[in-house]
């Protein structure tokens, strides 16, 4: 099932405007508000999953324009038609066990996502001038990637050893007295809505540099947010998925754990058992911009918050600046050094 929003004036496709949160048509200008759309796609319980996926690697699909036949891999479920530009939403591919509760819309439209990471090149120290220049964009797409939102409650115990450390002079000697302490404390945590993407294509720590994302501006999911944009479904469940979420969950508790534990010069966990229990998961979708840069015969691939602008990415390190910064820093030490030698009475040589 193919869905397509035709403007109500002209027949253009209308697409999701970031900046007016609404459907606009770029042909006469109508716009639609998205509220007034009815849900096309059955409910779902944010609860726990138990889904199988189709055997299939790809379907076809045709668009409802220009009737071309579009072959979509598996966990597709936004799509642009490659021969006349029109949005396609994939409908049977988000109802059911596969339809999101939660969507946050982009915020940053292409053009200031362009210009964004342009000005974030520019600003990269320790990469090749060309590269820096920015002009090599290949592609920006706009995603939509599935993450599941976990709620979780993490209960257990950690003992942990802390130092705290005293100097003082007696005489004409100065002693350093270091104390030692065994802490002990128990822990009963509820940590709600951890993000965790599903997407079997997006790099983990990739999509884990772009978080925070403000969940202030979370809505109820409706088709007409992803008109315009790519979208996956996801390829993992939410079972799946919980043994990352639940190496994340441990990591919070040891932080909060440390937190608890203040007014030592050194705190170190001796051991710890954490219990982690799944509460409920929440299927969603965020924003996201992937930026593809073609450099010295190689392709560089960038991603976008789409609702915050906060960039991610490994770009080319240039060896020349790296080594130039390193001389002038080991130059500066060296002089301050000897400023400190002079100013101590020492050798001016």
Known sequence: MVIQYKCPDCGTDMIFDSATGSLHC???????????????????????????????????????????????????????????????????????????????????????????????????????????EGSRVKEITGIYVPFWLYDLRGQGEAHLHCTRTRIFSRGDEEITET??????????????????????????????????????????????????????????TDKEMLPRVTKRANEYMDEFIRNTVQGYDSVTFENRDYHIGQLSSEYALFPV?????????????????GQTGKLAGDPPRSIPKIAISAGLLTLLIFLLCRIITILSGGPLL
């Open 26 to 132: 770029n042909s006469c200008g109508h716009e639609e508000q998205i509220e007034g759309y009815q849900q096309e796609y059955e409910s779902y319980e944010p609860h726990f999953h138990n889904t199988t996926f189709e055997d299939e690697e790809a379907r076809q699909y045709q668009c409802r324009n220009c009737g071309a036949v579009l072959f979509t891999e598996k966990h597709t479920s936004a799509a642009i038609c490659s021969f006349c530009g029109s949005p396609m939403i994939l409908g049977d591919r988000l109802s059911g066990n596969y339809a999101p509760t939660k969507v946050i819309p982009f915020s940053i439209s292409k053009e200031e996502a362009e210009k964004a990471f342009h000005k974030w090149c520019k600003k990269l120290r320790f990469s090749p001038k060309e590269f820096t």
């Open 179 to 236: 104390s030692h302490f065994d802490v002990y404390r128990q822990v009963d945590l509820t940590l709600k809505e951890i993000p965790a993407d599903a997407s079997e294509k997006m790099a983990d720590d990739l999509m884990d540099s772009l978080e925070p994302f403000d969940y202030s501006a979370m809505k109820e999911f409706k088709l007409p947010y992803l008109a315009g944009f790519l979208s996956e479904k996801y390829s993992f």
């Open 289 to 305: 911009w992937m930026v593809y840069y073609d450099y010295n015969d190689a392709e560089y691939t960038f991603a976008m918050n």
